[in-house]
């Protein structure tokens, strides 16, 4: 089992910000991502970065997240700003197969197709 660590979530009021930080331990991949999963709701895909540093978004958080990659320290980022009631979920970070190329990794956002899955960091907004 690959350990990845993520942190940053917390409770913050509407219009508020978080930063989400997942380093993955003595794993690389070509392909990381961010998923949440409120309750009683299927899990869905917020983002998933390609390693040349190509972005994709959920288009429930486009215009207001920014998922960004430290390959030195094995680590992405996820920033959403303008956080609303609707965003408050477990937030989990994945990775796994290596694939050879953006298009892939992309459609990883819908697939969900990752080897190795994180335990989460809570999101709660609300006033």
């Known amino acids: 089992q690959v350990p990845l660590k993520e942190s940053g979530g917390g409770s913050v009021r509407p219009g508020g910000s978080l930063r989400l930080s997942c380093e993955a331990f003595?794993?690389?991949?070509?392909?990381m991502g961010w998923f949440r999963q409120a309750p009683g709701k299927a899990r869905e895909g917020v983002a998933t970065?390609?390693?040349?540093?190509?972005?994709f978004y959920a288009d429930s958080v486009k215009g207001r997240a920014t998922i960004s990659q430290d390959k030195g320290k094995n680590t992405i980022y996820l920033e959403i700003h303008d956080l609303q009631p609707e965003d408050t979920a477990l937030y989990l970070c994945?990775?796994?197969?290596?694939?050879?190329?953006?298009?892939?990794?992309?459609?990883?956002?819908?697939?969900?197709?990752?080897?190795?899955w994180g335990r989460g960091t809570q999101v709660s907004v609300s006033e």
């Open positions: 994945a990775t796994g197969p290596s694939y050879g190329g953006s298009r892939r990794c992309g459609e990883a956002i819908l697939s969900a197709a990752f080897y190795y």
């Open positions: 003595q794993y690389e991949s070509s392909c």
């Open positions: 970065i390609f390693r040349d540093g190509t972005p």
